[in-house]
């Protein structure tokens, strides 16, 4: 069946929630994992860091702000994978669109299958704030498991 999982994570608690769950698949199927964390490019982020990249040092310091989280949700998903017995690599990327991230990483490393979370938006919260989900699975080729808890 699955032999290669993307689990892209944006450290949210459903996000660990979508990590447990496919790393249990993963654990049952014998399938190797792929965690993936995308963070956004300080320069295309939406308000305007003008007043922040004037002040010395501060974008440096933003950066390894974003970084740092993005290690932190790797290292727990690194630690449900050595406890459930898979096979895990992680990997921190920058990109303006994640779900382009995500897709992208997907078919790169050859996975089979996309196991993400989604954050339940409905109506207008949903057109307005978008969602990742949605764009992975309407954009992608690769099967995509929604975990909604």
Known sequence: MYKHILIPTDGSELSQKAIEHGMALAAALGANVTVLTVTVP???MESDPTPVVDIPGAADFVHEILH???RRYLEAAKGVATAKGVVCETVQIEHR???AAIIE????R??????????GRRGMSAIVLGSETVKVLTHSNIPVLVHRS
């Open 42 to 44: 300080f320069h295309s």
């Open 110 to 119: 050859s996975c089979d299958l996309i196991v993400m979370a989604s954050h």
């Open 97 to 99: 669109h994640p779900y």
């Open 68 to 70: 740092g989280h993005s």
């Open 105 to 108: 990483t997907a078919e790169g």
